[in-house]
């Protein structure tokens, strides 16, 4: 009896041995457990708790879900964020957060997103100059840009017409809004007719683009030729004070119109120049101006017609005047960059005394006086008409830089003719830039 008991006994415990060996074998043999049985004793040396292993199994088995659900493993559940990790309080593993970014590619989502704002008002036979103007800045720039076109009822539709004629290629790099001329304040016909059709309206920019934070203005006579980016980088220098910048007037006090003539307050020694204008139109919408008028500060909307009304028998150049003397009082706010960001003919012909462009070219180049229409300075009409005739999606070098470097040879008689190196060093460089960029690179990335 004794004997039959132990054999009993000795059959049991064999079975049990038995069965615990086959289950143990099976788990070993399952690749998911196999993983998470792996990754603790990787991870041994952080000592998870037990509410940790507890998550990071049911996250090995939340990846790899059982065959036949029909959910694809590169494909997440529908309605699931990604990229989104809560910190419970536990420690996070190292080795598991780079295991989960393993061929996750990098989100581009900011840089895509950063979108930088251009304004111009068009008005009367401005449509061209406009359209060039805006191709310049898709020529070279980086970031995809934003405009927004003030426009007479009239020249929205063509613009709407012409701006769908360009290349899907050209017109992925940029939105646009187009917007009728207003006057938030006073006569609307009076603020049209200050010195130039319109030109008033970028007064108005900070009252009536309420969602946009930062702005380039500029007049319809103007063409980057470096990257937009690149004046748009400045906003970053502002000061805590600063809320716009601009270019001085003229850089020799004893030949500029502010210094002789101004019957005005203007900013500093030979006033401002408002053709290229940075703003960040937050700050305009949240600061009080001081002023002559009453000794508390004014907001930006509530200073505009008075000060109008104060100065407008003894202002020349309209809206420019005015932010010249809204900046006399408060030049604490205002950012100055250097003349080659608006390079206008008065830089040449009186001889050359932009030293900025002199050392680094031109940046932005400002064609008033309606140089660009006729020949009385054939050297800024060069670069306009080369810019206007480029054809898209040609060779920059072979369709834009040569033409310009050959015509310019016809301008070496007059004095903003004789310095090409001055019009050409910053477009030539740009364009090596977007060549390298779109060429060279695009080469290697298939070697």
């Not at 457990?33 to 996250?59: F, H, I, Q, T, Y």
């Not at 917007?179 to 938030?184: D, L, N, Q, R, W």
């Not at 946009?212 to 805590?240: A, E, G, H």
């Not at 200073?303 to 003894?314: A, C, F, T």
């Amino acid at each position: 009896m004794r004997i039959h008991c132990k054999v009993v006994v000795i059959a049991v415990c064999f079975g049990v041995f038995l069965l615990l060996y086959f289950l143990g074998g099976n788990a070993a043999d399952d690749p998911l457990l196999k993983e998470v049985v792996e990754e603790e004793e990787e991870d041994s040396n952080s000592s998870p708790s037990s509410s940790e292993l507890g998550r990071d199994v049911a996250a090995k088995f939340a990846r790899k879900p059982p065959a036949g659900l029909g959910v694809r493993p590169e494909e997440p559940l529908k309605g699931r964020k990604e990229g989104k990790t809560i910190n419970r309080g536990a420690s996070v593993n190292a080795k598991s957060k780079l295991r989960n970014n393993v061929g996750r590619p990098v989100s581009r989502r900011s840089q895509a997103e950063e979108v930088m704002h251009l304004a111009v008002v068009a008005c009367g036979n401005r449509l061209d100059e406009t359209l060039t103007l805006i191709k310049s800045a898709l020529l070279f720039s980086l970031k995809k840009i934003k405009f927004h076109i003030f426009a007479e009822d009239p020249l929205a539709p063509q613009f709407e017409e012409r701006l769908k004629q360009w290349p899907r290629s050209i017109s992925a790099k940029f939105q646009y809004s187009i917007y009728p001329i207003t006057f938030s304040v006073g006569n609307a016909d009076e603020w049209k007719k200050l010195f130039k059709p319109c030109a008033a309206q970028r007064l108005f920019l900070p009252v009536i683009l309420k969602d946009v934070d930062s702005l380039l203005y500029v007049d319809t006579d103007v063409l980057f030729l470096r990257p937009m980016d690149d004046i748009w980088s400045l906003l970053k220098s502002f000061n805590s004070t600063q809320l716009a910048a601009m270019a001085p007037e003229h850089e020799v006090p004893k030949i500029g119109w502010y210094s002789r003539f101004a019957r005005h307050p203007f900013y500093g020694v030979t006033g401002v120049n408002s053709g290229v204008m940075l703003m960040n139109l937050t700050r305009i919408r949240h600061t009080m101006f001081k002023n002559s008028m009453i000794p508390s500060g004014l907001s930006w909307e509530d200073l505009l017609h008075p000060l109008y009304q104060k100065y407008k028998n003894h202002i020349t150049w309209g809206d420019q005047d005015l932010l010249n003397i809204i900046f006399h009082y408060n030049p604490e706010c205002l950012f100055i960059f250097p003349c080659q960001w608006n390079y206008r003919p008065d830089h040449c012909m009186y001889g050359s005394n932009c030293k900025g462009a002199e050392e680094e070219g031109v940046s932005i180049l400002h064609g008033n006086r309606g140089v660009y229409h006729d020949d009385k300075q054939p050297a800024f009409k060069v670069v306009y008409d080369a810019i206007r005739d480029f054809p898209f999606e040609d060779n920059m070098f072979q369709s834009l830089f040569y033409p310009i470097q050959t015509k310019f040879l016809d301008t070496v008689n007059t004095l903003c003719g004789r310095i090409p190196q001055v019009f050409l060093k910053q477009v030539e460089k740009t364009m090596r830039k977007v060549y390298e960029d779109k060429v060279v690179h695009h080469v290697r990335s298939h070697k």
